[in-house]
Structures are given as C-alpha cells and as structure tokens.
C-alpha cells in the first residue's frame, strides 16, 4: 500500500477532523489567492485600461496626478508642435475639472473633460454627435438620465473646483450627444466639451489650457524615445511613459493595497503552517503505538516519515484545490465591495486572475506542507520503537 | 485664471535656500514648512525659500521660513508629497494673482463655518447655495469624498475578518475535536464512576471557557504590543503621523465577544458527539 | 545454524534518578523451530529482551545475529528489511491499524516488502483460512472480539513467512479461553517450523514452550526444559 493511500485511508478514519482540516485550510487558502490576485490586479487592470486608450505617454507640468497640478497653457499650439516630431504620432490635449449642473431643481456633481474636437481616445460617442464647436456638450448615460433629458437638450454647468471664482455665471451648453468616457466610475457623471469651454466653465476666457497631453508613440519607436523627445522639445514637461505611471501607482495610490496584501498573505500562510501542524502533530501523538509497531513489523523509517507527509501533502493539498472556487467566488465579492470607492473606474478591478498567481499559490501551498510536516515527520523519526511500545502497554 | 495652488520648486534648483540676497530693509514674508519638506530640504526657521504659483517657476517671489509645522495626518494624503507650505492669505493672494488682479486679496477657495447647532447644517447649506448664486454649501462631513473610501476600505476589512474568523472557527473545531477524542479514555472512566453527561459537559465547558479567555487575552496582548511596531513602520514609510493601528475598548470588546463564545462552542461541539456514544463505547478502547 | 543468538547482551537505561539496568549479561540461542518460553516478574527485563532479540532496541553491549548476520552495525533501513523479512512480531495489544480491513492488515507487511498483488491475495486467502477467519476478512478491527484481533494480528506476523515469531503477552489482554486458542494456534505455528519467542505470565501457556527461560532484574536465572 503507497505512502499516499495509507494516508488517504488515515484521513478517512477520522472524517469529522479530515473535513475540518481541510476546510480550514480552504478558507484560509480563499484568502491567500485573494491576496495574490490582489498583489498584482489592480496593476495589471490599470495597465489594460491605459492600454485601452491608444497613449503611451503622458505629459503635464510637474508629476502629479490629472486634475491636481498646474495646467499647460497654450496646449493647443504645444500639441501642435508636438505632432511634427518624428516620434510621435498622435496628441491630444486634456483637462478635467469639477462641475456642477445647476439648472435642475437639484444641482449634481460632474466630473469636467476637456478635449479638441475631433479627438482620438478622449472619448467614445454612442449617441449623436461628437462636439464640433464651443457651446457643446457630450453627456455620459448617466448624466442623461439625472437630467432626464435627451440629445440636443441645454445643459448648464457651473465649476465647483477649489480655487475658482464663484461669482462666474453658469454656462450654457447644448447637449449633443451621448458618449461613454475612459475611467468612468459606475455610476459617474461625466460631461465633455472642448478646452476652451472647460476653460470658461472655470471662470477664465476661453484659453487652450490642458492638465496633460496624451501622446502615442510612433510606429518603430519606444515610448522612453519618445518621451525623450517630448521632454527635448518643451522642457518644462515632463513625461510618464505607462509604466512608469503604474510604478508610480504601485509607490503612491495603489501601496496600500499591496501592504495588505503581503501581510495577509504571511499571516493566511502561517494560519495553514498552524493548523496543519498542529493536526498533523496530535494525529501522530495519538498513533505512536501503531507507528511503532508498524516499526517494529519491518516498515523503514523512511516509510513511516513518507506516511506523515503524504497525510500533509493531501490535507495541504485538498485544501489548496477547493481554495481555488471559493477565493474566486470571495474575489469577487471583495472587488465589489472595494469598487464602492468613490471615483473608481468602473472597468478597474483589484483583483485579477493570473496564472502567476496560480503557481505562487501552488508553490506557498507546497512549502506549507513541507514545513507544516517537519515536526511531526521529526516526531515520526525518532520515535523509539521498544520504549513506545513498553509506554503503549503499560498506558 | 490660475489655480490657487502653490508648486512648491522642489528641486534644488528651484527652491532656492540662502542666506542672504534679499534686501533687508524689506524682509521677506514668513511661512511655516511641513516637517517633511524641512528635512528633505534641510531647512530650518530663517532659511529663505522661494516659492511660485506655476510649474514653470515663473513669478517666484522669496518667503522666510518662520517656523516647521507637522501637516494634519490625512489618510486621503497618505501617498503624495508631504511638503506643504502655509502662507499668509494676503501674501498668497499675491504670489498667485497678478497685481492687476484687483479681487485677488477677496477671493478664497473656500469658507469654513463653525455652526451653533450642527444640526441645521443640512438646512443652512441649502439655505446658503438658494440665497447665494454660486456658491456651493456643503455639509463638512459630506464634503470630505474620502469618507465614502474609508467606509469602503472598513466594509473590504470586515469581509477579510469574517473569513478570517471562518477559518479560525474551523481550525479550532478541529483542535476540539482531536483534543476531545484524545481525552475518550478519561471521559469515559468519569462517566463510569457515575458522573452524569451534564456534569462532563460542564466541566468541560469551564475548561473550554479558560482556554477561550486565555487565547483571547493573549491574542489582544499581542495585537496591543505588535500595534506599536506596525505604527512605526508605516509612519516610516509614508512619513507620516498618522496612527495606522489602534487597539481601541471597542476593538477588545468585539475581540472578547467573537473568540470567548466560539472557543467554547467549538469545544461545545466537539464535546457534544462524545457524550452521545454509549457509556461501552467510551470505556472499550 | 541458531536463527538467531545473543551473546552477553545488557541494555542500560539513562535515567535521571542514574542509569537503570534492565537486561545485563545475557546470552542465548534460538534454533529453527525451537519454542522458547520467557517467564518472570514484571519489570524483569523480559519484554526488553524480547526487543533486543527483535531488533527493534539496541543493546548498551553485546552481540546478536540473526541468521548469522551481526545487526549491531546494521542502519535503519538494514534492520527494517530484517524485521520485515526474518522476525515477526504479535503485540499484548494487537495494534492492528483500525482504518484497514482484516484482510488489509495481514497484507500490510507483504506490500511493503514487494510482494506481487496476486501472490499477496493468495497469501492473504491462505492465512485467513489458517487462523479460520476467512469470513472476517473484510471486517475492520472495530468489528472483530479480541481474540479474533490477536488471530488477524499473528496472521499479519505470519505474512511474509519469518523464520522468528516474537510474541510479548499474546494473551495478556484476552480471557482464558480466548487466550487457550491463541495458545494453541501459537502452537501450530510452531509445529509448522517457525521458531517461536514468547513473553508471559500465564504458566500454562508457558508449559506449551520447550524451553522456559525465568529471568529476574535483568538476568537469565535458571532454563528449564520441558519437551
């Protein structure tokens, strides 16, 4: 009989404790995957939704976030120099700012983009028409039905962005459209007009400003050129290729999430390493007398040893299989609760499968098992037959 | 017009550090620094530093340092820079507008009111924003957007405890149940030399209880001498004094009211199918 | 040639109180099909012996070779195959392995030495008949008396055909006529050609042996022959 179905049939015996087992190291398996899926899913998600977008550079004044730092003025006539690089294939200037639409009994909150007409990647129009001039506005789903309106309705907006002159009267634009905007939260309301009305709506004069330049690169030419020659011919830009944007995030916004994630994973492991242990452990402390005499029938120390950890190796490994459903199915629930975050993109996710994180899974669950196994494996070894056998007799 | 947002020059080109170089008839405006851009500048009060509206550096004027200042921990801050810098209004109200801005020293970005009864706030707010066109009243408590994220970031923390004590659930009905068969033999002898099934329960229900208090006590000791560590480390490594971990009555009193009564069910439990076998069964092993 | 012979052999336990002298100085020889009887008071040293001459414990000093082959310098794996193959061994409490059949548990010692599956059945077949419970083959431990454990238990012994049978107390744990059967299933196997070591207090049972060995604190004290 193999190492394994002797401890198959050792399991068996003991169901109630088996199931238990393996039960927690199911749950505690749930949550270590979660954690592996969460170590790398939001990168990987930001990564596909800035893909997504046709840019793989980033330009602004200074490095902070879209919306937060100082705006490029002249952006238009910027972007318009940029476009005779070699290195670059496309530009679009883009600003974004805070609104409020007031003309409804109750005012809302809108996020505030700016774009040229015409624009690849600022948005995508689903309805209508794109703005073609100032006094137009395109509105996302939601937007419309806050409203209550339909294309070609008014629309009134006022800023609500710190820093901006109140006493600047709403401005009126027309809706012309209905279009879905990148990285627009679930239930987000988001409006798009051209620069220059961004720049009224802000209380200024109609100005080309813009937070950042998008830029693809050209064919047959890196991002990091690029960014090189973006940053040669204006200085005072700087650009963030996209991965350099997710290593920023990785330090900055998103550390949070990896913190949690490397501490619950030693803690889930050292649960398991706990609880296999110490089943492990009792399971052989209350087996000596038949080690023993399965010793003393002939069967090698090796075999006895081997006996122990094939027990670790299919109540580790049962445990890690049937963590893989349940920490799907719990991914999923902690993405839907960790998406309720305001402002979060209703295409991110914090946790996104990877086969990586499959065979980290797999590799943790192994090592578990060996070290889970080690103290009663070493129990196992130098368990002295004659004395056990004496002890058996005399308890 | 231009953000009232003030770009610190971070670099050591920009920020410009000195001694002198500026007339002394007329010294130049003081400001507090956060406590980060001091050390990560060297800076320290009477160092001159100068500061512009834009990210172009343009329009800088020199401000003396009076003073250093820890920023107010705000969780929503944690990843950005930690180097701030606080003017006074007039003086900001300069560096950011031009002088032919004649509104400039009037304007603000916002007004903070302390009300009498923050009761009527809802109510003052909406009486603010229909009396006053252009003006948006927000409820303080409302108007912080990162109150929705930590709400968010609590309920991700309950599900990953609710888990968590699944599997210690587990894991302790699994102990109890190896720990009570292990004690079949003596369970048996009580039941032999007449102790009834209820007095074994109970005797082992207040064994139960003692491990369960014990686990429980050591575990908060543990939370309790850990939280120090986990504090340093992250303030560390955000730069920051905000307080990360903080073993609070409520967090021992929810602590105390999940692991006391699980221990003793699991170890209830387990019990429980003990007992039920016949008094033979026990006895013959 | 003995199938096994012990010279001068002494065992000595480290104990706090100072070291305890359980087996000192003893020497013996067991022939093919020989039945020799250890009697003695408890804590003598008889079941200390018996695991010296089993190779299951190691002498403090002396020699002991089973069919001529010198186990003290042997490694683990050398006195398992020893154990597994020449010796083998029935326990006061069975220690049959709860979670195995009969049937499982007399097949246990032939798997881990080799033995082809169809050669395991037979074997298997032929031992349930010998120790006549071939309808509790599929019983478990739990489901058999202890008698029929004690048989399950010498049959497992019995499995890969030892020319050595140890047995301490078979009969300790069972009633007199439960343990007259086992004493006289002992006996066929002895006629059969295995020779025979056994441990016990019942001087009955004792008188079954051609040799009566009395020890006492550790030492061989007198050998009696009785067929």
Known sequence: MSAFAFALRSLVRQPARALLGIAGVAAVGALLFDMLLLSNGLVISMERMLSTTGYDLRAAIGTAPPGRGPLIEHAGAIATRLRTLPEVARVTPLRLSDGLVVHTARPFAVRVMGAEPGSVGAWTVLEGRDVRASGEVLVNQHVLELLDARVGGPLELRTSAPGVRTVTPPFRVQIVGVADFPFESERGSTVGLSLEDVDRVSGGGGAQSADQLLIATAQGTTPAAAKAAVERAVPTLTAMTNAQVLVRLQEGGLSYFRQISFVLTTVTIGFAFLLVTVLLTVSVNQRTGEIAALRALGFSRRRAIADVFAEAVLIVGSGAVLALPVGLALSRLLDWILKGIPGIPASLHFFVFQPRALLIHGLLFAFTAVAAALYPMRLVATLPIAATLRREVVS | ?285 | MSVIEARDLTRVFPMPAGPVTAVRGVSLAVDPGDFVALCGPSGCGKSTLLHLLGVVDTPSSGTLTVDGEDVATLGDVARSRIRLRKIGFVFQRFFLLPMLTAAENIELPMAEAGVSKSERAHRVHELLEYVELSKRADHRPSQLSGGEMQRIAIARALANRPRLLLADEPTGELDQTTGQHIAELLDRVNADGTALVIVTHDAVFARRARRILTMRDGVLVSEERVR
């Not at chain 2, 920051?240 to 105390?256: I, Y």
């Open chain 2, 1 to 285: 017009m231009r953000r009232a947002r003030l770009w610190v020059m971070a670099s050591a080109v920009t920020l410009a550090v000195s001694g002198g170089g500026v007339d002394a008839a007329e010294p130049a405006p003081g400001v507090l620094i956060s406590r980060q851009l001091a050390e990560a500048k060297a800076l320290s009060p009477g160092s001159q530093i100068r500061l512009a509206p834009g990210g172009d550096g343009q329009s800088a004027q020199t401000f003396r340092v009076l003073g250093i200042y820890e920023p107010t921990p705000d969780p929503m801050e944690i990843s950005e820079s930690k180097f701030k810098v606080r003017l006074h209004l007039p003086d900001m109200a300069r560096l950011v507008s031009g002088p032919a801005d004649l509104m400039a020293a009037e304007t603000v970005d916002q007004v903070n009111l302390v009300l009498r009864d923050p009761r009527q706030a809802s109510t003052i707010a909406t009486q603010l924003m229909t009396g006053t066109p252009g003006i948006v009243a927000r409820q303080a408590r409302a108007a912080v957007s990162g109150a929705g994220t930590f709400v968010v970031i609590e309920r991700f923390h309950l599900a990953i405890a609710i888990v968590t004590i699944i599997a210690s659930a587990l894991f302790l009905l699994a102990l109890s149940v190896m720990l009570v068969d292990e004690r079949r033999d003596t369970v048996g002898v009580l039941r032999l030399i007449g102790l009834t099934t209820r007095r074994v329960l109970a005797q082992i229900f207040l064994e139960s209880l003692v491990v369960a208090v014990g686990g429980a006590v050591f575990g908060i000791g543990l939370a309790a001498a850990s939280q120090f560590a986990i504090n340093r480390y992250f303030q560390w490594h955000y730069n920051t004094a905000l307080v990360f971990v903080r073993v609070t009555p409520g967090v021992v009193a929810v602590c105390l009211a999940i692991a006391i009564p699980l221990g003793v069910v699991a170890s209830a439990a387990a019990s429980w199918s003990l007992l039920r076998k016949q008094l033979m069964t026990l006895a013959r092993r």
